[in-house]
């Protein structure tokens, strides 16, 4: 699983794809992948992404890796991973 506990918070692994109808986030046990309706200029993505998950999850997002890639690391700040998880398993 690409979620882990760290003492900030916890990481997700997500893969992004952009210019999406919808904004959704897919998940299984093998991957997160983020839905995100902006297309990939000037961190529109990015922006929408921690907004969005960060609304969703209830706590202050961050990029830690993967600014300009569809390969991200989130930091979900002061998360634990048992309530990230659960929380993306509702959302799908």
Same mark, same amino acid.
């Given at each position: 699983?690409?979620? !882990?506990?760290?003492?900030?918070?916890?990481? @997700?692994?997500?893969?992004?794809?952009? !210019?999406?109808? +919808?904004? +959704?986030? =897919?998940? $299984?046990?093998? $991957?997160?992948? #983020?839905?995100?309706? /902006? /297309?990939?200029?000037?961190?529109?993505?990015?922006?929408?992404? @921690?907004?969005?998950?960060?609304? %969703?999850?209830?706590?202050? #997002? =961050? @990029?830690?890796?993967? %600014?300009?890639? +569809?390969?991200?690391?989130? %930091? @979900?700040? !002061?998360? $634990?991973?048992? $309530?990230? /998880?659960?929380? %993306?398993?509702?959302?799908?």
């Amino acid at each position: 699983m690409k979620i !882990n506990e760290t003492k900030a918070g916890t990481t @997700i692994s997500i893969f992004v794809k952009p !210019n999406s109808p +919808k904004f +959704k986030i =897919e998940y $299984d046990q093998e $991957d997160i992948i #983020v839905h995100s309706t /902006e /297309e990939p200029v000037k961190g529109k993505v990015n922006k929408e992404i @921690i907004k969005e998950v960060g609304k %969703l999850l209830g706590s202050k #997002v =961050e @990029i830690i890796s993967g %600014l300009t890639s +569809k390969q991200k690391v989130l %930091l @979900i700040i !002061n998360a $634990d991973k048992t $309530d990230v /998880e659960h929380t %993306l398993k509702r959302a799908v």
